[in-house]
């Protein structure tokens, strides 16, 4: 789907293709890491425990650099649902 006239297009097909890739590799170590702890005894309460605090510290840099302007949206009720799924998920 192009730009409407006069507008720049600002879609970058291959940079999204590689950040799906990336974030397919990093699921997929996530996800083996957090089976491998649990066969170890973690329980799965202390492996969701350990996946958020993992991910807070890695984009704490960001948005203590950038604040929260880079999250606003124009669709927050489907970030809602989606995050609403995804908690109900874990």
Do not use: E, N
């Not at 840099?61 to 998920?89: C, D, E, N, W």
């Amino acid at each position: 789907m192009g730009a409407p006239t006069g507008d720049t297009d600002k879609h970058v097909p291959i940079a999204g293709m590689l950040w799906m890739c990336a974030a397919t590799i990093f699921f997929s170590v996530s996800f083996t890491v957090v089976k491998g702890l649990q066969d170890d005894g973690i329980t799965v309460y202390q492996a969701v425990l350990f996946r958020q605090t993992l991910g807070i510290a890695v984009f704490m840099p960001m948005i203590i650099s950038s604040g929260l302007s880079p999250l606003k949206t124009i669709v927050p009720v489907q970030h809602f649902y989606r995050a609403a799924l995804g908690f109900a998920g874990m």
